[in-house]
Structure formats: C-alpha cells, structure tokens
C-alpha cells in the first residue's frame, strides 16, 4: 500500500485487509489513532505503547506483554490497567524510581523491589517496615537520609558507620541511641550536631555512658566537668586539662594534678 495512501486519515482501521505491518505504519504517524481500532493485534499494541505507554488506555484488552510494554515506558501507564497483575506492578516499580508512587497499597513484595532498586526511594512509602528500611541502608547507607522515622535498630547501625559520619543525615535522630553507640565508641562524638551536643543535660549522660567523650566537647559546665573527673579522675591530667576551667573543680581535684605531676598515679 503507498505510504501517501497510509497517510490518510480516511482509511477504515478495521479493515480486514490492512496487515499489522500496514496498521504499525499509519498508528507510528498517529499513536491516538490506536482507539479507532476494534481489536488491535498484539504487534499493534506494542507498537503503541512502545511510542507512548499512556496510550495503553485506548486499548480494551492489551496482552500482558503489552501492559508490561507501557509500564516499562512509563509508569504513568499502571493507572489504565485495571487490577494489574504482581509482574505488572513489579516491573513498574522495577523500571522507575518514582514507579512506587503509582501503586496503590503497594505489596510488601513490591516495596522490596522498589527499595532494592532504589534505595533512596524508600521516602515514597509511608511508614516503611523496619526489614526495608534495613534493606534500603545496606544497599546505599546514605538512603538514611530518606527515612523519615527510622527505628532505634536502624539509627544505631548507622551510627556505627565510619565513627558516625552520616549521624547528621538522621532524621528525628533519638539521644539513647547516641548515648548507647557513645558507650562503645565515643569518637562518635564528633559528628553530633551542637544542637544536640552541648546542652548540659545530653554531656551528663553522654559523660556518665563514656567519660573519654570529653574529647568532643571544647565546653562544659562545671557539672560535666565535675562528673568526668569523678568517673575518671585521669582525664585532668591528660590532653583535656585545659577543658576543666571550673575553680571549684581544679580545687577539689587538685590532687590528681599534683599527683600526676609527680608521677605518682600508679598504686
């Protein structure tokens, strides 16, 4: 059939002498027109959608490989197939990181993958279980960042990373997870934001947990210093001497400094 004749808006879709190859040429210069067409093939269909998966929803009965076609192309697609199939929805959320969002009540099956594919994706499922958001870590720690509650199981692996370095990614971060990783290292003192750090209360506790946190903390109230020196009276004469500025503290611990300077600290 001349292509000038395929061009023609006149011609009957539905005309059982057209082939799929003919019907392929004329909807590849029209998609839309794919609605004119009664019972397109499945070579018909893929074709369409294949151009633009939106256009899945002029077809009555699209193939399974053609409602994987259009999802594939976009995800935009899932919504015009009415009770997609797991694989449909699988693959939507498969093909695009924003494919999640399409999927209404989402299987856990179907934020696994989409949390496996795209781990900072997690932030498009609401309340994610703790099992994804420990998926979504391991596979890109920095996907911490898109929690927005993560549980105290999960805070706590994060902070064991690197001394603490994304702590200041931790969304709605919890104080008892600090003060129970501070317990077992306390460099990780020195990625805690101030905000959280230098207020007295936290110091007594992070002191109480692990005195050798002063290390991270360039102020402290008489108290902080106080308790430190009770839990370790050493500290005075290390690096950290200079931190204890309290005279009330230098006085009552006096003696550790003039023992230490002597050299007589060891029983």
């Given amino acids: 059939?001349?292509?000038?004749?395929?061009?023609?808006?006149?011609?009957?879709?539905?005309?059982?002498?057209?082939?799929?190859?003919?019907?392929?040429?004329?909807?590849?210069?029209?998609?839309?027109?794919?609605?004119?067409?009664?019972?397109?093939?499945?070579?018909?269909?893929?074709?369409?959608?294949?151009?633009?998966?939106?256009?899945?929803?002029?077809?009555?009965?699209?193939?399974?490989?053609?409602?994987?076609?259009a999802v594939r192309r976009t995800p935009l697609a899932?919504?015009?197939?009415?009770?997609?199939?797991?694989?449909?929805?699988?693959?939507?959320?498969?093909?695009?990181?924003?494919?999640?969002?399409?999927?209404?009540?989402?299987?856990?099956?179907?934020?696994?993958?989409?949390?496996q594919t795209y781990p900072h994706r997690i932030n498009l499922i609401d309340n994610p279980a703790e099992f994804l958001q420990f998926v979504a870590i391991q596979k890109m720690s920095s996907s911490i960042s898109s929690i927005k509650h993560p549980t105290p199981a999960v805070q706590r692996?994060?902070?064991?990373?690197?001394?603490?370095?994304?702590?200041?990614?931790i969304n709605n971060i919890s104080k008892d997870c600090l003060?129970?990783?501070?317990?077992?290292?306390?460099?990780?003192?020195?990625?805690?934001?101030?905000?959280?750090?230098?207020?007295?209360?936290?110091q007594l506790r992070?002191?109480?947990?692990?005195?050798?946190?002063?290390d991270y903390f360039p102020v402290m109230s008489a108290a902080v210093q106080r308790l430190a020196l009770e839990k370790n009276p050493l500290l005075l004469t290390g690096s950290n001497k200079r931190k204890f500025t309290s005279v009330r503290v230098q006085r009552d611990f006096a003696h550790v400094g003039l023992a230490g300077n002597m050299g007589i600290l060891d029983d």
Wanted: charged share 25%; proline share 7%.
């Fill in 1 to 69: 059939m001349p292509t000038t004749y395929l061009n023609s808006e006149t011609i009957n879709l539905n005309d059982e002498n057209l082939t799929d190859a003919e019907l392929v040429d004329i909807i590849s210069q029209k998609p839309d027109r794919i609605i004119e067409i009664d019972d397109p093939s499945e070579i018909v269909q893929l074709a369409v959608v294949m151009y633009d998966g939106e256009l899945i929803r002029h077809i009555e009965n699209p193939t399974k490989t053609a409602e994987l076609a």
């Fill in 78 to 115: 899932l919504k015009y197939i009415p009770e997609p199939e797991d694989d449909v929805i699988f693959e939507t959320v498969r093909s695009h990181q924003l494919g999640i969002s399409h999927v209404n009540s989402p299987s856990l099956e179907a934020q696994l993958i989409s949390v």
């Fill in 157 to 169: 692996r994060v902070i064991k990373i690197g001394d603490g370095h994304l702590i200041n990614q």
């Fill in 179 to 202: 003060i129970e990783e501070i317990k077992i290292n306390h460099a990780i003192a020195r990625n805690i934001p101030s905000t959280i750090k230098y207020p007295k209360k936290f």
């Fill in 206 to 214: 992070a002191v109480e947990a692990n005195p050798q946190v002063i």
